[in-house]
């Protein structure tokens, strides 16, 4: 069975997606939430699935080995970083070398970097004037956004779209491709999304 761990830092929705895709799965599943907001909702979505989190503070995860202590000690297949907004240390990712994944609302390279997140994202597309924009997973490596790319999904960007419309279709995206990307990369692709 391989083992998933997932890191948000907000609402969650790409967490429970992924929970949810693996819960009967024979290949894999996700065993553990991690999380650097106290507040974050994706820790009661966690709860709610019954599945393991944690939140952690700024020490634990860059200036102590607690949070990387955690991830030995859960031996996960693939750490997914769903929605989550700290930059990660590189003395985890050499521990877990091409283990790491991201899924990013813009079609990188374009729109990524230190602050390109959530709807600032959205905002950035709109104001650009840009016809398409997408969802890219890529490998994390020590830079904001610049790992190798995975897959990239697109959709249109219509000159009457607001943020908050790109938003929703960027979420569509996600919610369709992330769970079947990671199913990929951990050779479970043979799943179907429970019903």
């Not at 429970?16 to 009661?44: G, Y």
């Not at 924009?133 to 790319?149: L, S």
Request: proline content about 4%; glycine content about 6%; hydrophobic content about 45%.
């Amino acid at each position: 069975m391989k083992r998933i761990v997932i890191f948000a830092s907000g609402s969650g929705t790409n967490a429970e997606n992924l929970i949810r895709f693996f819960h009967n799965s024979d290949n894999a599943s996700v065993i553990q939430v991690l999380t650097n907001n106290p507040r974050a909702k994706v820790l009661e979505r966690a709860k709610n699935l019954k599945v393991s989190a944690l939140s952690f503070n700024r020490i634990a995860f860059s200036k102590s080995d607690d949070v990387l202590n955690i991830l030995k000690a859960s031996q996960p297949d693939l750490i997914v970083l769903a929605g989550f907004l700290w930059k990660f240390p590189e003395f985890i990712l050499n521990e877990f070398p091409n283990k790491v994944i991201n899924v990013h609302p813009a079609l990188l390279p374009k729109f990524g970097g230190k602050g390109m997140y959530g709807m600032h994202v959205h905002e950035a597309v709109v104001a650009n004037g840009e016809t398409e924009t997408g969802i890219t997973i890529h490998y994390v490596n020590e830079n904001y956004d610049e790992g190798a790319i995975i897959f990239q999904a697109k959709c249109n960007v219509s000159k009457d779209d607001t943020a908050e419309d790109v938003a929703e279709k960027i979420h569509e995206l996600e919610m369709a491709h992330f769970p079947k990307v990671v199913a990929r990369l951990l050779g479970a692709e043979a799943l179907e999304v429970p019903s």
